[in-house]
């Protein structure tokens, strides 16, 4: 059985308080919830959601993630644009042979200037953003896909 982990970076701790009209009014426990659900619906042993604002944790949870050979969606926040340490980490994971889904629940091209560089997408597996919760329900969706989970019967 397959399991995955949700990482969330900066401020995202705050969802649901922290400008809900660009990220919601949903909060960090109901992301978890919904996470948890589409994990067992696409065939997941376990989805376990994480969030920090510490760039380090971050980073051990890239190498934690390619050590134990388990898929990762990630959502960076603000370290999206400049972490080339956290870029260098979640190569890792792809250098292990793991899909690495880059998630924003906004779509930061549309954004500040400074949004718009992205410096985990270049090693990321694939990368979908402005969509909200939603994002993650895709990204899971499609580490299931590459890692040929079988959905779970209704």
Not at 2 to 20: D, E, F, T, W, Y
Not at 100 to 108: F, R
Not at 118 to 141: K, Q
Request: glycine residues 10%.
């Amino acid at each position: 059985m397959v399991k995955a982990i949700v990482v969330n970076g900066p401020n995202l701790g705050r969802l649901g308080v922290r400008q809900p009209d660009v990220y919601g009014r949903q909060d960090l426990a109901e992301l978890t919830r919904q996470c948890e659900q589409w994990g067992r619906e696409f065939g997941f042993e376990a989805v376990e959601v994480r969030q920090t604002d510490d760039e380090a944790e971050m980073i051990g949870w890239m190498h934690e993630a390619a050590d134990n050979g388990t898929p990762v969606v990630m959502n960076p926040a603000a370290f999206t644009h400049y972490s080339y340490g956290l870029a260098d980490a979640a190569h890792m994971v792809g250098d292990a042979g793991l899909p690495l889904m880059e998630v924003h629940i906004s779509n930061p091209s549309a954004r500040d200037e400074f949004r718009k560089r992205s410096v985990i997408s270049p090693v990321a597996t694939g990368t979908i953003t402005g969509l909200g919760f939603f994002g993650y329900r895709l990204a899971l969706e499609a580490i299931a896909h590459i890692m040929g989970l079988t959905p779970a019967d209704d």
